[in-house]
């Protein structure tokens, strides 16, 4: 699971919870079902409105992407798209074709395949490029749905905090009820507005990290492949590869550190030494 993810839901949750107890509150009055069906219903009833439906279907199945790590392991793409440039440096670009049906990887597939089957550089490129726009534009689509959820959910909560309030001024002779059936309307607000901003905009904004994390190794998969298509050297192609990764990098700066310019040899001898000896 995605500590982050894990860690922001605890600590928002306990926080909102928490200061309603220290404030004197009880619990049980920010706890209302009717605000609950009538933030939750609205907000998700006007996505539904706004977008297709298995595209909503499918931002809903995308939620496990925001809890759970990247699936891909960009340190273990690096890899993989090395060793192919190894054989195919000693036995042929050839001998790849036996190892594509062991990739997981369906974009990483796709690319194989082509320059396996002898396709010029430049050609997987534009093919590659075009799919990569195409799967830019779908994956954003996740994210858009629950931006759009996080922004109808506060109106929402303010609309259900008004149907709240006429249900109060419907029942004004009876003086004593007021305050309590004013604190039940104003939690539809706290609804629309918590749900927003503490699930609904900041699943949005995981899902758009996740969404670029996965882009950035496609293109980095892609450069990888054209490499090894023009023969370059494997050694090259794994350090253009790291590049795509900043964290990789700098692992790989502290793993082999550059010799200190500064720091004399102890068995240079000294000027002193040279004149005297």
Do not use: W
Not at 182 to 191: G, L, P, S
Not at 209 to 215: F, L
Not at 239 to 256: C, V, Y
């Amino acid at each position: 699971m995605d500590k982050a993810t894990l860690i922001g839901l605890i600590l928002g949750f306990t926080a909102i919870f928490g200061g309603q107890v220290l404030e004197g509150g009880q619990l049980g009055s920010i706890i209302q079902f009717t605000a609950f069906v009538i933030v939750f219903g609205g907000t998700f009833g006007a996505v539904f409105i706004s977008f297709p439906f298995h595209d909503v279907l499918g931002a809903f199945k995308g939620i496990r992407d925001v809890i759970k790590e990247p699936r891909q392991d960009p340190y273990g793409i690096i890899n993989q798209i090395t060793a192919y440039a190894n054989k195919a440096r000693r036995e042929g670009i050839l001998s790849l074709e036996r190892e594509i049906k062991n990739v997981k990887n369906p974009f990483l597939a796709k690319a194989l395949t082509m320059a396996v089957d002898g396709i010029e550089p430049h050609v997987i490129r534009e093919a590659m490029d075009s799919e990569l726009e195409y799967l830019n534009e779908y994956g954003r689509v996740n994210c858009r749905i629950f931006r759009s959820a996080g922004g109808y959910a506060p109106t929402i909560g303010i609309l259900g905090a008004v149907m709240g309030l006429i249900h109060v001024m419907e029942n004004l002779s009876d003086p004593t009820r007021l305050g309590e059936g004013i604190a039940v309307a104003f939690v539809a607000t706290i609804y629309g507005v918590g749900s927003a901003n503490l699930l609904l905009l900041p699943i949005a904004t995981k899902m758009e990290v996740r969404h670029r994390h996965e882009m950035i190794i496609n293109e980095m998969i892609l450069e990888g492949i054209v490499a090894l298509s023009t023969g370059e050297n494997p050694r090259l192609i794994e350090e253009k590869l790291i590049s795509f990764i900043p964290n990789l990098q700098k692992l790989q700066k502290d793993k082999h550190p550059a010799p200190s310019r500064e720091a004399p040899s102890r068995e240079a001898p000294s000027r002193e030494a040279i004149r005297t000896g």
